[in-house]
């Protein structure tokens, strides 16, 4: 079977299918006891729009679905994140969009910030041939996961010591339907690390992190056509992805056989 082409229907499933995952990934965090983190998630239509009070991060407070459909959710989209004076990204997909609803998001005081590739390509039937030197596994323990959060911390620039946020934020996540986390290791080493979330038949890859001192050794190819098999072997149609416009993640994954299924833009609020 060959890659489809990108029509509305199947440009549909792809926003939802983030936004599916997203939603759970927000979720797990707003889970833990108490929600210590000030997770919010509301339901405006069609669109989601997601809060994490000590999380300022544009990435965690980002609306999701959001087209001209909704377009008379926009002020509630707003007034949302201005009660709780927090700035958000607004994810614009080019599906759903009219030059009358671009105009209102000029006019409620966004503009556009940047741009985000969207890439799409099918499952692996085959089990990948690794490297001599790199084996990947499913990350089912809590020792394991250990081992992920602290690769995820060093992977995304932080310092071991908020590893603990890592483990807390993303505990969630471990064995929770839908979700599979894997470890990489280089040399018998714990190296790379790489996420993937199942949602009507797509295959979500939500996350990856490399140890600096890993980088460049093919350790997030290995993982991609690893998640790509786990994807066939889960009946997926397909697998799609998220990177910045042309990253070495997107890189990566159109060295893979994944192809951009588009580019998104990305709003923020002016003030």
């Given at each position: 079977?060959?890659?489809?082409?990108?029509?509305?229907?199947?440009?549909?499933?792809?926003?939802?299918?983030?936004?599916?995952?997203?939603?759970?990934?927000?979720?797990?965090?707003?889970?833990?006891?108490?929600?210590?983190?000030?997770?919010?998630?509301?339901?405006?239509?069609?669109?989601?729009?997601?809060?994490?009070?000590?999380?300022?991060?544009?990435?965690?407070?980002?609306?999701?679905?959001?087209?001209?459909?909704?377009?008379?959710?926009?002020?509630?989209?707003?007034?949302?994140?201005?009660?709780?004076?927090?700035?958000?990204?607004?994810?614009?997909?080019?599906?759903?969009?009219?030059?009358?609803?671009?105009?209102?998001?000029?006019?409620?005081?966004?503009?556009?910030?940047s741009f985000h590739s969207v890439?799409?390509?099918?499952?692996?039937?085959?089990?990948?041939?690794?490297?001599?030197?790199?084996?990947?596994?499913?990350?089912?323990?809590?020792?394991?996961?250990?081992?992920?959060?602290?690769?995820?911390?060093?992977?995304?620039?932080?310092?071991?010591?908020?590893?603990?946020?890592?483990?807390?934020?993303?505990?969630?996540?471990?064995?929770?339907?839908?979700?599979?986390?894997?470890?990489?290791?280089?040399?018998?080493?714990?190296?790379?690390?790489?996420?993937?979330?199942?949602?009507?038949?797509?295959?979500?890859?939500?996350?990856?992190?490399?140890?600096?001192a890993f980088r460049r050794k093919?350790?997030?190819?290995?993982?991609?056509?690893?998640?790509?098999?786990?994807?066939?072997?889960?009946?997926?149609?397909?697998?799609?992805?998220?990177?910045?416009?042309?990253?070495?993640?997107?890189?990566?994954?159109?060295?893979?056989?994944?192809?951009?299924?588009?580019?998104?833009?990305?709003?923020?609020?002016?003030?």
């Open positions: 079977m060959g890659l489809p082409v990108i029509n509305e229907e199947l440009a549909k499933r792809i926003v939802d299918s983030e936004t599916d995952y997203f939603t759970s990934r927000i979720s797990s965090i707003g889970e833990r006891s108490g929600n210590p983190e000030g997770v919010e998630v509301r339901q405006l239509g069609n669109t989601t729009a997601f809060y994490i009070k000590k999380m300022p991060w544009g990435l965690f407070n980002s609306v999701k679905g959001f087209s001209q459909d909704d377009i008379d959710k926009l002020e509630a989209v707003t007034t949302f994140y201005r009660e709780r004076n927090r700035a958000f990204q607004l994810d614009i997909n080019p599906i759903g969009i009219n030059l009358k609803m671009l105009r209102q998001l000029t006019e409620k005081g966004l503009f556009q910030d890439l799409y390509g099918l499952p692996r039937c085959e089990l990948p041939k690794l490297p001599s030197n790199i084996k990947i596994r499913q990350i089912d323990t809590e020792a394991d996961f250990d081992l992920f959060a602290g690769i995820h911390c060093i992977g995304s620039g932080m310092d071991i010591v908020h590893k603990h946020h890592f483990v807390n934020n993303n505990i969630g996540l471990l064995n929770r339907p839908g979700w599979k986390l894997f470890l990489a290791l280089w040399d018998d080493v714990p190296a790379a690390v790489a996420v993937m979330h199942i949602s009507n038949n797509i295959a979500s890859f939500t996350l990856a992190a490399t140890a600096p093919g350790l997030q190819t290995s993982l991609l056509l690893w998640r790509m098999y786990e994807a066939y072997k889960s009946n997926s149609e397909l697998v799609v992805a998220q990177a910045s416009f042309g990253s070495s993640s997107q890189n990566n994954m159109e060295r893979v056989g994944m192809q951009i299924a588009w580019t998104r833009s990305v709003w923020l609020p002016i003030n």
